[in-house]
C-alpha cells in the first residue's frame, strides 16, 4: 500500500526555518518524483516545489524562490522540503505527493500526483 507521512510542521516565527520530511513506504521514491504542495485556509491547492529522479526540480510557486528547498534521501525513502526565512503568507497545511512518473509535471497539476500524504500545519506567526 502506497503511503506518504508528512512531519516535521508547526508554529515558527517570521524568519524563521523548518525542514518537513515525507517518508514514503509501499513504493522505492527512487522511481518516482515527488512533490510539496500547499492549501491556505479559503484558498486552492498549490504547488510549491518538485523533485525528479535525477535531482532536478521544478519551482510551482515563485514566492518561494530563494527560500524554499527540496530534497530526496532515496536510502531512506524520504523526501524534505527545506524552508528559510518563513513568512506569514506560507501559513498552510503542508503536503508531498507522489508523481505518477519519474519526472515533474511543468505546471504542478494535482493530477500529475496519484498519491498523497495527509498533511502537516505550518504556521508563521509572531
Known amino acids: 500500500q502506497v503511503q506518504l507521512v508528512e512531519s516535521g510542521g508547526g508554529l515558527v516565527r517570521p524568519g524563521g526555518s523548518l525542514r518537513l520530511s515525507c517518508a514514503a513506504s509501499g513504493f522505492t521514491l527512487d522511481g518516482y518524483g515527488i512533490g510539496w504542495f500547499r492549501q491556505a485556509p479559503g484558498k486552492e491547492r498549490e504547488g510549491v516545489l518538485c523533485?525528479?529522479?535525477?535531482?532536478?526540480?521544478?519551482t510551482y510557486t515563485d514566492s518561494v524562490k530563494g527560500r524554499f528547498s527540496i530534497s530526496r534521501d532515496n536510502a531512506k525513502n524520504t523526501a524534505y522540503l527545506q524552508m528559510d526565512s518563513l513568512k506569514p503568507e506560507d501559513t498552510a497545511v503542508y503536503y508531498c505527493a507522489k508523481a505518477r512518473a519519474n519526472y515533474c509535471s511543468t505546471r504542478g497539476r494535482a493530477d500529475s500526483f496519484d498519491a498523497w500524504g495527509q498533511g502537516t500545519q505550518v504556521t508563521v506567526s509572531s
Open positions: 523533485i525528479d529522479t535525477r535531482y532536478g526540480y521544478t
